[in-house]
């Protein structure tokens, strides 16, 4: 073999490996393949709630769900506009309900389930009383250092009581003590105290 084609062997080999490394670069984390309920919150501030229970079809039908499900959307569409509220999917397997649904923004996803969740600034999070950056810690449970927490307020939070696992838009930098960071982009707030409002500081 002559130097010409190693070195294109090479060149190859070298360009196959970066496209792989950056094909992953970004991704955000598949909610689709979970089987535990989930908030999905996009770059757009829409979100997508995903909904997974234990089901008995001996207190109602999937249709029967389905129907009064989508009832519900179209009365909070009439009264809140298009784009609100979607649902997007109902159907059950092995003894579990699936049940997934879209909203046009965080408000409109707290108004429709009466489940707090705000997806802002972390400047408007700290005027609104959302968050004291103080008490942030990073994936391995250290506290934030205090001029990093001074450099967050145009990064963006999520702020929910739910007992969720939320999929964050953006890498997940920094969260408030209980609750566990997954992935770069998925957090469980399933260990959180109860009545307690659990934050997600994100980093574009």
């Known amino acids: 073999m002559n130097k010409v084609m190693c070195r294109k ?4 080999s070298l360009t196959t490996v970066i496209l792989f490394a950056f094909s992953g670069c970004g991704k955000k984390s598949d909610v689709s393949k979970l089987d535990k309920s989930s908030v999905q919150v996009n770059k757009d501030g829409s979100v997508v709630s995903t909904m997974i229970e234990d089901f008995s079809e001996s207190y109602y039908s999937v249709d029967e769900l389905r129907e009064m499900t989508e009832n519900e959307v179209n009365a909070f569409v009439v009264k809140n506009g ?8 109902v159907d059950a397997e092995s003894g579990k309900i ?7 923004n965080s ?4 108004d429709f389930n009466s489940e707090k969740l705000i997806y802002e600034t972390v400047a408007d999070a ?14 391995d449970g250290n506290p934030i250092e205090s001029d990093k927490a001074s450099d967050l307020s145009d990064e ?24 566990k960071i997954i992935d770069n982009y998925l957090a469980d707030l399933s260990e959180i105290a109860d009545d307690s409002m659990a934050c997600i500081v994100l980093s574009k």
Do not use: Q
């Open 9 to 12: 062997i090479l060149i190859l």
């Open 82 to 89: 298009e784009g609100t509220a979607e649902l997007k999917y």
């Open 98 to 104: 699936k049940m997934v649904m879209s909203f046009g």
């Open 107 to 110: 408000d409109n996803f707290s």
């Open 126 to 139: 700290k005027l609104n009383g959302h968050i004291e950056t103080g008490l942030l810690v990073d994936a």
């Open 156 to 179: 963006h939070i999520v702020v929910t009581a739910m007992k969720n696992i939320v999929a964050a838009p953006y890498k997940i930098k920094y969260v408030s003590r209980g609750v």
